[in-house]
């Protein structure tokens, strides 16, 4: 799955896929494993895009602060390897420039790096600060990087509804050590195949935070976004929401466009 997007996590989809059953023969865990696959495989292809984001902070009084910034990505086919993704900040002032970069992995822990325009530095992030907030957000660190197959373990809980559709209830357990959570809660669609809402719990297993997914388009009559994401904080009241718009696709963006040398000069 996808960045921040794919922090859209979408999981894109042009038909309706079979339904499987559940027999003797086809564990929970075989279940969980089909979905995740069946989700990903159908947003395969869309080579690189770029898109323009509004991010609203509210804190537990509900007062709010807003940034405005772009996300580039660029797919890599490599199943081992995972996608690229740079972050751009554009408003406020004060943190214009800002430019945060990610090389998904898949058992590894991912390559991150931090430019903070006001120390005139890049800052590599630490393999055991993912879950650490990105620039004041509720999203963390690894919230914004590919949501590959491979990092994770699946368990199919049940089918329940969701709004005014249908979807698959599945447990998502973290390969990766460092995660800052025990267990993710997806709900996903039947029909397209598209997270509609993750709950994340902490590592006292305890509910930290849930994402709602709306508003989702189709674009190159096949990748599915959403284009707005809610992500609650129950612990401190805290939230941010984003606000997609102006996604565009194969634009041209290459390997040369996601190097760490690049960041400072990043526009």
């Known amino acids: 799955m ?10 894109g989809a042009l038909v309706l896929a079979p ?30 895009s770029e898109v323009k984001l509004n991010m609203i902070l509210r804190n537990s009084h509900g007062d709010s602060s807003v940034r405005d910034l772009r996300i580039r990505s660029l797919e890599v086919p490599d199943r081992k390897i995972g996608d690229k993704s ?14 945060f970069l990610s090389h998904t992995k898949i058992f590894d822990p991912d390559d991150q790096w931090l430019y903070l325009p006001a120390l005139k530095r890049v800052k590599r ?3 055991a600060n993912k879950s650490g907030p990105f620039v004041g957000s509720e999203f963390a660190y690894e919230d914004l990087v590919s949501q590959e197959v491979e990092r994770y373990g699946y368990k199919w809980l049940r089918d329940e509804a969701c709004g005014d559709l249908e979807c698959y209830v ?3 357990t973290p390969v990766y050590e460092h995660s800052g959570y025990t267990k993710q809660i997806v709900w996903m669609d039947k029909t397209d195949f598209q997270a509609r809402k993750l709950e994340f719990y902490d590592r006292k297993d305890s509910l930290l935070k849930t994402l709602m997914l709306t508003d989702y388009r189709r674009y190159l009559d096949t990748y599915w976004r959403a ?26 963006l290459a390997e040369k466009n996601f190097r760490k040398n690049r960041l400072k000069r990043a526009k």
């Open 19 to 48: 339904t499987m059953p559940l027999t003797a023969a086809q564990t929970p865990e075989d279940k969980g494993l089909w979905i995740a696959e069946e989700a990903d495989k159908r947003d395969l292809g869309w080579n690189d």
């Open 227 to 252: 284009h707005t994401l809610e992500m609650t904080n129950h612990q401190t009241g805290k939230s941010t929401t984003l606000t997609f718009s102006d996604y565009r696709f194969q634009v041209g």
């Open 86 to 99: 740079v972050t751009i900040f554009d408003k406020p002032r004060d943190i214009k420039g800002t430019a």
């Open 170 to 172: 599945v447990e998502r």
């Open 125 to 127: 992030i630490s393999s």
């Open 2 to 11: 996808n960045t921040l997007l794919r922090l859209s996590i979408a999981v």
